[in-house]
């Protein structure tokens, strides 16, 4: 037997969330069977763990999933999960100990896409700045009984044609902080909100800028001192990503035609 941890990306609206639910499909949910299927386990032997929770429409390309497998080469183990799977694509692995603990990551690195019709790139950032280093987020989170602040490393905006793409990095993120910080920004990129309003709401004022869509917002990656992911080839999934990606030209000249 060995524990591996392994990088997976999937479309969060093809499961209601990461966490495993009754008679819902989710990220755990598809893990467990797919380890089923290729090991005689329960799942009290899979000791399955994800590194972040994601909910319901978000997306991953980075987060991780650790658990033990029978079929010790982790090579042809990742193989065959990608051909056993469905929605869920393992893109690297490293072997690791009973002792690692998946939560207790680095750097946890989000991306969040919004068009950028009528908005203020400048005040976007200007905005960005006041979230640096460590604040009390309980304006910005649903605080689920966990300590209100902790500190953001990095938010880099950048533009990617007629998109703006919003970069977070940090250690920990509150449920629903990014939604909401990044609804703060788009508030002021469209003017609809002063930067007043914001360090108000960083002080603790009841001040709220709504949450913005979950279908816009992408774990990345997460990193670990010391770990070292080993990627896979992308041919191991080709035939689902060609099939996904013709999808997508047909929904976009479709919605294009009207």
Not at 152 to 166: K, M, P, R, Y
Not at 238 to 253: A, C, G, T, V
């Amino acid at each position: 037997m060995i524990r591996i941890a392994t990088k997976i990306a999937y479309l969060g609206n093809e499961f209601c969330g990461s966490q495993i639910q009754p008679d819902a499909r989710t990220v755990e949910g598809d893990i467990l069977q797919n380890i089923r299927t290729l090991c005689n386990f329960t799942d009290e032997e899979i000791d399955l763990r994800l590194a972040s929770r994601t909910d319901r429409n978000v997306n991953a390309l980075g987060n991780v999933a650790v658990f033990n497998s029978s079929i010790e080469d982790p090579f042809t183990l990742v193989k065959a999960l990608n051909a056993v799977s469905d929605g869920i694509f393992y893109r690297s692995y490293a072997m690791v100990d009973e002792t690692f603990n998946p939560r207790h990551a680095e750097y946890r690195t989000y991306n969040y896409i919004v068009p950028s019709d009528n908005l203020n790139i400048p005040d976007m950032k200007e905005c960005a700045h006041l979230f640096l280093g460590e604040h009390d987020f309980i304006r910005f989170c649903k605080p689920d009984g966990k300590p209100t602040v902790l500190s953001l490393d990095e938010i880099e905006i950048s533009t990617d044609g007629d998109l703006i793409v919003i970069r977070f990095v940090a250690r920990r993120y509150l449920w629903n902080m990014i939604r909401r910080i990044s609804a703060a920004m788009i508030s002021v990129g469209k003017g609809e909100s002063d930067i007043s309003e914001v360090k108000d709401a960083l002080n603790g004022r009841n001040v709220t800028f709504g949450l913005a869509r979950a279908d816009a917002l992408t774990l990345t990656d997460i990193t670990y001192p010391g770990i070292d992911f080993e990627s896979v080839p992308c041919s191991m999934f080709d035939p689902r990503l060609k099939d996904n990606i013709f999808k997508n030209h047909l929904e976009k000249r479709f919605f294009e035609s009207l």
